[in-house]
């Protein structure tokens, strides 16, 4: 049984080495074929006229989710510091299963709030519906309750001594949290934010929904963006031959991202460790 | 009460705003996009939603629904073993720290952190195209079983670790075997925390989009095989939702979806309140 | 009759050497308690002969420990001789699964599945551990909603129902209330017609009490091994009693 349970194991690494295998053997000639430069920094994107830059995808990427991380990851923590020291029992109860059921609920939900209410509003407001703005207020939503439970706990594993020896000084609660409390849960906290971000880059569905889509560099928060995640699943249902590789280079590159972004992950779980 | 007045500088008063502040914008959130969706849907349920046959004049959400479970059932059935397997393997037999332990778990956190619309792209190719399956449940079924074995794998093996090795103990001093100690006392101490991380895996399921567009495709129909397309409830609602025809029932596919999940997520919890409980009695 | 013979048996875990080459005999229908301070290597030895040891993965072992003149670290099933050699813990370990179920996962692991010989085995495990009268109503309950005293000797009886010929008690009644650890007590001087008992304990009084034979350890090695009478009244060794005496440890 042991080699039973032992081949199991082994089925995790078979995925993964399987999705590299088909990310690289399918985007890296894609890539050679349309030239690295021309990929990655090609701000057009006319798969009818054999035109594949991804550039604009990417600073889509990078713009709604630098845009959500800053709507989501203030709030998410300073919610997490009230629920953490200050929230009764009964309040921190009633907090964390809303925390719960707002990350259970499906992004196509999501994406289906934002294009009845958020879209409406923001174009009544600002002329666009959707764009930059739109998608990021819509992740930063999405990626409150992994922000709020991980700092969270972060905030909780700090020992109570820290706490308790600000508030012996003199300081007040509130600044006891903040100013001794905060900094010691700095690498989960830290840790909660790249998961964040991990979410909001690899979101497809909700951003779809709401974010115009328009192969463009975005020349403002008001501007209709592409991310990169978009790109495939818009294009994914018709796409042959060098457009469908083209599509499954930017999978690669948004798997680099990725990657990276576990890379920091586990560095920041290291340093909590200590 | 005096002092704790006179002590409370701006800057606490400040910070205590905020974080009243930060605390409400979270919990309106989530009460406006819950309390609307359900506002605006539940009127516009109707026993029509749940008639046996899709077509366009009646968007019944029922085949969907059917599709959903089959996926799911078909996703757990080759992910929930697998996963539970490679759990024990890492729980009960690998030597902590040994290089393959790291590699495994190394797979599984990558596989956790890639976006499920790479999964739907990966899917596509490999099982609908280069296997030949077509848009298919069984394309669906085996994608999303890829993409919840981590999750599986890690709560399963965390269920696993936090049965106190009293209970080993105990086992291998009667002349148990590994085997026998490993299915007949480790796992049912275990199961309410793996059925935890199995349930929470079924709400992945139903709630996702993007890895099945293109693997199990968007057919409203209840499959004959599962070499037939079928679309799920979310892929149902997102088709709704961006055609664009069907408002008052995209409202409320969004309840029964929203309903849905909230009851998968609430029994998880409940399961894993259950083997909190269990060692302290 | 020599039941166990230890011969030249060093232990390490890792570079760290927990035994020096001990040699003891350990004698057939007696008790004999293993004293000294903590880390001294008893519980470290207790678990060496039922290859508890196995488990941790930088234990070594060298020498011989004979059951019945066997090599247990040749070819002997692992299995096998922990069924031979029972062990009860320092903390009750009950399964979490009912009073009936716990004793009868040691039969059943030895392929005993008829319910009639099961129930059978069930009784009189209960009985010998005295705790028949107490659970015979209740063999379908949990064992976890059992009393501390009731776990161990629910343990206890859980160890005797797989017929063992050894029994190792790792300080039994060290978590256990005055009343549980005298009723363990006397369980263990009606056992020992039947068992060779092997105990570690802290409880000075106890080994005294129950004990034939005492060994006294300190750091790595045994000081002293006689009968109980003997190192409790007039120890050869000033270590010993000291000990004893509470002068140190």
């Known amino acids: 049984m042991k080699i039973v349970f032992f081949i199991a194991a082994w089925v995790a690494i078979l995925c993964v080495a399987l999705i590299c295998v088909f990310l690289l053997a399918n985007g890296l000639p894609a890539i050679g074929e349309i030239g690295p430069l021309n990929f990655l920094l090609g701000t057009k994107w006319k798969p009818g006229n054999d035109l594949y830059g991804i550039a604009p995808m990417i600073v889509g990427s990078v713009y709604v989710t630098a845009g959500a991380v800053l709507i989501g990851a203030p709030i998410g923590i300073i919610t997490a510091v009230y629920m953490a020291q200050f929230a009764g029992v009964r309040l921190q109860k009633l907090l964390r299963s809303a925390v719960a059921l707002m990350a259970g609920i499906p992004s196509v939900i999501y994406g289906f709030f934002g294009l009845v209410v958020l879209v409406p509003v923001l174009r009544n407001l600002f002329g666009t519906g959707k764009s930059v703005l739109t998608a990021s207020i819509l992740l930063g939503m999405m990626i409150l309750p992994t922000i709020i439970s991980l700092a969270e706990s972060a905030i909780r594993a700090v020992p109570k001594s820290y706490y308790e020896g600000a508030l012996a000084l003199g300081a007040s609660a509130e600044r006891s949290a903040f100013f001794a409390v905060l900094p010691a849960a700095k690498s989960g906290i830290l840790a909660a934010v790249v998961l964040g971000i991990g979410r909001a880059v690899g979101e497809t569905m909700a951003v779809v929904m709401v974010a115009g889509n328009q192969e463009i560099i975005p020349n403002g928060l008001f501007s209709g963006v592409r991310t990169m995640t ?8 018709y796409a042959a031959g060098l457009h469908k590789d083209a599509l499954i280079a930017t999978a690669a590159v948004l798997f680099v991202f990725i990657l990276i972004i576990n890379f920091l992950l586990s560095l920041l779980k290291g340093q909590e460790a200590q | 009460m005096e002092l704790e007045t006179q002590r409370m500088d701006c800057l606490t008063l400040l910070l205590k705003m905020v974080m009243r502040l930060a605390t409400s914008i979270a919990m309106l959130t989530v009460i406006y996009l819950v ?24 968007v019944s959400l029922m085949p969907a629904l059917i599709n959903t479970v089959y996926l799911t059932t078909l996703s757990l059935l080759l992910a929930a073993p697998l996963g539970i397997f490679a759990a024990i393997y890492l729980a009960e037999y690998a030597r902590r720290g040994n290089k393959t332990v790291q590699m495994i778990r190394l797979a599984a956190e990558t596989l956790a952190g890639i976006p499920s619309i790479v999964y739907g792209l990966f899917g596509m190719i490999f099982f609908v195209v280069t296997l030949k399956w077509g848009y298919s449940l069984l394309a ?25 090795d009293a209970y080993r103990e105990g086992a291998f001093a009667l002349g148990a075997g590994r085997l026998r100690t490993v299915f007949k006392i480790v796992l049912p101490a275990a199961a309410p ?14 709630g996702e989009t993007a890895a099945l567009i293109f693997t199990a495709g968007t057919l409203a129909k209840v499959p004959q095989t599962p070499m037939d397309s079928a679309r799920t409830l979310s892929v149902h609602m997102y088709t709704l939702s961006s055609e664009g025809l069907h408002m008052e029932a995209a409202y409320a596919t969004a309840v029964v979806l929203i309903v849905l999940v909230a009851i998968i997520n609430g029994l998880s919890t409940l399961a894993a309140r259950k083997l909190t409980g269990g060692f302290h009695e | 009759m020599n039941k166990i013979s230890i011969q030249n048996l060093n232990l390490f875990y890792g570079s760290f050497q927990a035994l020096k080459s001990l040699s003891m005999d350990f004698q057939e229908n007696e008790i004999t308690a293993l004293i000294g301070p903590s880390g001294c290597g008893k519980s470290t030895l207790l678990k060496s002969l039922n290859r508890m040891n196995d488990l941790v993965s930088s234990c070594k072992i060298t020498g011989q420990v004979l059951l019945d003149n066997e090599d247990i670290y040749g070819t002997m099933n692992v299995n096998l001789l922990r069924k031979r050699v029972g062990m009860v813990f320092q903390k009750p370990n009950p399964f979490p699964m009912s009073i009936y179920d716990n004793i009868a996962f040691g039969p059943r692991t030895y392929g005993i599945r008829a319910k009639m010989r099961l129930d059978d085995i069930v009784e009189k495990a209960l009985t010998s ?25 629910l343990c206890l009886a859980r160890a005797l129902a797989v017929a063992p010929e050894v029994l190792l008690m790792d300080e039994p009644t060290s978590a256990l209330d005055p ?21 570690v304990t802290h409880n000075m009084q106890q080994a005294a009490r129950i004990s034939d034979k005492t060994a006294f350890f300190l750091i790595d090695e045994m000081i002293e091994y006689g009968s109980a009478d003997q190192i409790f009244s007039l120890p050869k060794d000033k270590r010993t009693e000291d000990y004893i005496t509470g002068r140190f440890g």
């Open chain 2, 193 to 206: 925390g793996i059925l935890s991380g199995v349930i929470l895996a079924v709400g992945r399921i139903a």
């Open chain 1, 230 to 237: 978009a790109n495939i699943v818009l294009e994914m249902g």
């Open chain 2, 35 to 58: 309390g609307y969706i359900l506002v605006k849907g539940i009127p516009n349920l109707s026993l029509s939603l749940f008639v046996w046959e899709y077509n366009s004049d009646n």
């Open chain 3, 129 to 153: 551990a005295a705790i028949w009268d107490e659970t015979r109503d209740r063999l379908k309950k949990s064992a976890l909603s059992l009393s501390g005293g009731q776990q161990q000797r």
């Open chain 2, 140 to 164: 669906g079924g085996f994608t999303l079983a890829i993409m919840i074995l981590p999750l599986i794998m890690r709560t399963a093996e965390e269920a696993l670790i936090s049965v106190p």
């Open chain 3, 179 to 199: 009343i549980s650890t005298l009723k363990i007590e006397e369980l263990l001087n009606a056992l020992k017609r039947d068992y060779t008992i092997i105990i």
